[in-house]
Structure formats: C-alpha cells, structure tokens
C-alpha cells in the first residue's frame, strides 16, 4: 500500500510537470503536435498494460500480479535516465537569471543563432514578462483565481475546466470498466469481454494519432467541440440499444451486439479528441507567473474526477444500467456551448502572445479572428495602442506564417 502510495505521488507530479516542460520547449507552430505525444503514449501504456495482463489472468498464484506490478519499474528506470539528457526549460533559466544558458538552448530548438529573428523575439518575448512578475512578485497560491491584467483567474478556471472535460466525459467508465460492462450490460461471456475490451482500448491510441500529427492544423475548439458530440452521440447510441434488454429474445441480444460498435467510436474519437487537447491546452493557456501552480490545479482535476467516475461507475452499471450512460451523454452534449463560449483559440500562439490575448475584452472572438487573419495593424505589439501586457515586446515582427482551422495567419510587422 505504502509503495502504491508513492507511485501514485510520482505519478502526479510527473503529469503535471510534464505538459508545462513540453510546451515551453516547444516552437508554437508545433506544439500541439508535440505535447500531444504524451497523452498519447498513454494509450501505448493502456495497451501494453491491458494485454500483459490478459496474458497473466491465465497463470495463478501470487505471480499473476506480482510481475506486472514488477515490470513497471523497467520504463520508469528508461524515464531516470533519459531525463539527464534532457535541457532545462529555457523559461525556467530566464526566471533564475541563467540568461545564457537560456538563450542557448532557444538557439538549439530554433535551430539558430540568437540574432535569428524568431529566437530574438520570443528572447525579448519572455524577458519582459518576467519584469512584470519581478514588479509584482510570484503568485502565491491564495492568489490563482485573482483578476488582474491578463486574467489570471479566469485562465486557471479554463485549465481546471477543460481537464473536467477530459474525465467527466465517461471515458474511464470504459478504460476501466469495459470488460465488467461488456459482461453486465451487454451480456457477453468474460474472455469474448477481455478480447474485445483490449481492441476497443487500442481504438483509444489510433485515435490519438490524428492530433499528434495534425492539432497544430485544426486548432484546439473545432476539435473539441465536435469530438464532445461526437462522444454524446455514441453515449445516447449506447443508451439506447442497451434499453432493449428488458425486452429479451434476439431483439435485445442483436441490440446490445450492435451496442459494442458505439464503444469502438466512443474511444476512437475520444483518443482524436479530447484524449489530447486538454493536455496541451492546460499549461498554455496560463500565464508564466502562474504556470506551474495553475498546471498542477488543471492536472488535479483530472485525478479527482478521474477518481470519482471510477467510484461511481459501478452503481452506475448495477442501478441504472442503459439509464447510466445518459449521464455521460447530457455532459459530452453541454461541453460543446462550454468551449464555443468561453475557450479562446491558442493554436499557433507563442505563450506570450497569449497574454495578449486576455489583455483586452472578447478574447473567444479575438481569438478566432486571429487565427483566421492574423494580428491587425494597430493592435498588439508594437501598435502604441496600450501599455504592453505581460509577455508582450513593443518591437520586432510577430509571427511567421502558420495556418490555425486550415486559414493561413497573416505575417504583420512593427511599424
């Protein structure tokens, strides 16, 4: 117990640490691409450790799930040492005053040198938002949910949220019950129910490839909004061919067959979707003062809730049975108004250029033009317009061409 304890303590300072690392390393036309890599090889992980243990569920005695237990520490030695190889966060560096060394390693990820006007950018970039953090002082925590200049607190409430979506979306009342639902609800006999549960959590994997390869394309909200009705839909799809149960005779068994198909487009479109968006989404959105506290409240979200479907789930299935998953449909449906209304597009953004975002009013709508056309003459940097928030340069060229829901962003220079 005691050893379980402290994996599951390695494991949430790992899973909050790990995102915001990524996404300060990473170019921003690149980084959802890149962060999306995490989630994920939790798929890869979810496949590995569902069939070893098939595999073990055949032996007896305490072996079955000793060695498993066992042959967890062969990744997380690869992980010890690898992690030597890796940079410090160049973010980390400025804010220790380790300029050079942070300026070094911009250089290596840009593949430049620092008169290089991308290195020299996001270099002036960060500087200035650590003179605003050095003016005002590191947030304590009491301090998250502050409203200040860039909207400190709504940007945490925005991190805790999109992980809520994650977990309370049912996506672990499949992972982790899909074997005893298949036995249950669909009536199926237990090893037809550990075969199938295995090829329905790979689903969860390929499905995750799509944004590993394209997030940085398609942007954060399209994706999410229609991957939440798209999990709705396979819920209401479920719900309503596992209803026929009670009717009995080849009716109910040829529903409830036809049930395990909306099992297989629930974790395919859950891995497309909102498998990765929020992994990626939860350390950008925050600003540098508070990125790592606010990372670690997002990522909290995900473990609670995480904790409360798998608490839930089973007087789910036994109590309400079809009635269940309607549940999950009605959340996965209210999520999309959620992220049309209050989650700000921030593919392709530097993390500074977020701040800008939230330095002025109707941040959702500024954020969508920007995407689409780039930043106006007159407005951000360098526009004389406002004082510069946190984060923001007065001079220097903002971003190259990147393209945000497949519409190329405009190139717009400092006067």
């Known amino acids: 117990m005691v050893a379980r304890f402290i994996t599951g303590i390695g494991t949430g300072i790992e899973t909050s640490t790990v995102p915001m690392y990524q996404s300060e390393l990473c170019e921003a036309d690149k980084r959802g691409r890149l962060v999306s890599s995490e989630p994920l090889f939790v798929g890869v992980g979810i496949e590995i450790a569902y069939w070893f ?6 032996t007896s005695g305490s072996i079955a799930w000793r060695l498993p237990i066992a042959c ?5 030695f690869i992980v010890i040492i690898l992690v030597f190889g890796l940079p410090e966060s160049p973010r980390y560096l400025y804010k220790h005053g380790r300029n050079e060394e942070a300026l070094a390693i911009l250089c290596d990820v840009y593949d430049g040198t620092p008169e290089d006007p991308k290195i020299a950018k996001e270099n002036s970039e960060i500087l200035e938002a650590l003179k605003v ?13 502050k409203r200040d200049k860039v909207q400190t607190g709504r940007r945490v409430l925005l991190a805790y949220g999109m992980q809520f979506m994650n977990q309370m979306g049912g996506i672990n009342l499949v992972v982790y019950y899909i074997t005893s639902v298949l036995q249950l609800n669909v009536g199926l006999d237990r090893n037809l129910s550990l075969l199938l549960g295995g090829v329905i959590n790979l689903m969860f994997f390929i499905g995750s490839l799509y944004p590993t390869f394209f997030l940085d394309r398609i942007g954060r909200r399209k994706p999410m909004m229609w991957g939440s009705f798209g999990l709705g839909v396979s819920m209401m799809l479920i719900s309503i061919l596992l209803s026929f149960k009670s ?5 109910a068994k040829s529903t409830a067959s036809a049930s395990v198909t909306f099992f297989f487009t629930y974790m395919l479109i859950f891995g497309a979707t909102a498998n990765c968006i929020p992994w990626v989404y939860v ?5 540098l003062h508070v990125r790592a506290k606010g990372t670690a409240v997002g990522i909290s979200a995900n473990w609670l809730w995480n904790f ?3 608490m839930i789930t089973p007087t789910l299935l036994n109590n309400l049975e079809w009635k269940g998953y309607l549940i999950f449909m ?3 449906f209210a999520f999309v108004p959620l992220v049309y209304f209050c989650y700000p597009e921030t593919s392709n953004l530097t993390l500074e250029e977020i701040d800008w975002l939230f330095y ?12 689409k056309d780039g930043w106006e003459e007159g407005v951000g940097w360098g526009s004389g317009a406002h004082d510069p928030p946190p984060g923001v340069i007065e001079s220097g060229s903002l971003s190259s061409k990147n393209k945000t829901d497949g519409v190329e962003r405009k190139e717009v220079s400092s006067p």
């Open 53 to 58: 243990d098939y595999g073990m569920s055949f």
């Open 72 to 76: 967890q520490m062969i990744f997380a």
């Open 133 to 145: 953090e050095q003016e005002h002082g590191e947030y304590q925590w009491s301090q998250l949910l």
């Open 247 to 251: 009717e009995g005779g080849s009716l």
């Open 283 to 287: 350390p950008e959105i925050l600003p």
């Open 308 to 310: 409360f479907v798998v």
């Open 330 to 332: 009605c959340l996965n």
């Open 360 to 371: 002025e009013g109707n941040v959702v709508k500024r954020s969508i033009r920007i995407a």
